[in-house]
């Protein structure tokens, strides 16, 4: 019986891993050299990206908040019409 279960948990974790590598096959494609910095097994590079993309929305987030701040400025029409050669 202990045999039985070790044979469905092996063969469970080998479903894994192979869909474990279907969904880091994109992250290869994307990152084809690998940086010095991060590890050259999938999952270092997995959570590089992952980082890349987390650095990368608030870099966005950040964006929007200075474009509604643009937006209330109150010397913003001074500078467009500077800029438009109007002013």
Do not use: W, Y
């Amino acid at each position: 019986e202990m045999k039985e279960e070790m044979k469905d948990l092996r063969s469970r974790v080998e479903a894994l891993e192979q869909k474990l590598q279907l969904v880091l096959a994109p992250f290869h494609n994307l990152m084809p050299s690998a940086p010095e910095d991060v590890g050259a097994d999938p999952i270092s590079r997995l959570s590089h990206s992952l980082q890349q993309l987390d650095r990368i929305d608030s870099l966005s987030e950040q964006i929007s908040f200075l474009e509604e701040r643009l937006e209330t400025c109150k010397c913003q029409e001074k500078t467009l019409k500077k800029h438009l050669g109007k002013g």
